[in-house]
């Protein structure tokens, strides 16, 4: 199962539909944000659909594309001795960098509060992730003897074909964060997070930091 390590810097432009400058009022109701996103390394965009249900509850319904890679590896997957040739035989695969293409549609519920005077919010998030091209990488399998490097069978090729995965693929995910809001003006924030998140069926992890621009329209 393959780990993923996404560092993600947001810088995030947020429309709020309010009666006064807190975002932690309960009269502001509806708040848009839309996000480009700095993965490391990679890019993409979300679209965030917010509700303040009160002072301190919200949700938030969110949608993009997202880019990001995982770094090519080599790992041995199996070793059996051979009595015949007196040595052992070994598989080892080797996975090129993959490139993840995907549309996360996440639902989120924010608990918004001070702390010190700093306006904080913790958050859980669930939702699926839906993969544009999982298998479409390159994979290399060589059996050979360890002792005297005779190889037995090489294989090459795309993921799709050796591994038998299709390209596209959906994984459900959640995952907790924590923010501040940091005022600069009456009308703008800058908006601080960090989020860890991870694919339940699959085991690979995310972390994310955050960082973007909040203004607020009264």
Known sequence: MKKIILIILSFSFTISYAQNDSVHNSSERFFITTTI??????????????????????????????????????????STWDYNAKDYIETTYYDAEETHRFIPINLSIRYNFSVLGVQSYIFYQAGWYFLLDEGNYNVSIITKYRESNQIIESINGKATDIYNISKTNSRHGSGIGAGIFIPITNLLKIDISYTYLGFTNQGAMFQSLGLGLNFIIK
Do not use: C
Request: no cysteine; aromatic share 12%.
């Open 37 to 78: 996103n700095y993965n490391l390394p990679g890019i993409g965009s979300n679209l965030n659909l917010g509700y303040n249900i009160s002072r301190h509850f919200s949700v938030i319904l969110s949608s993009g594309y997202m880019v990001n890679h995982t770094n090519s590896q080599s790992y041995l997957q199996q």
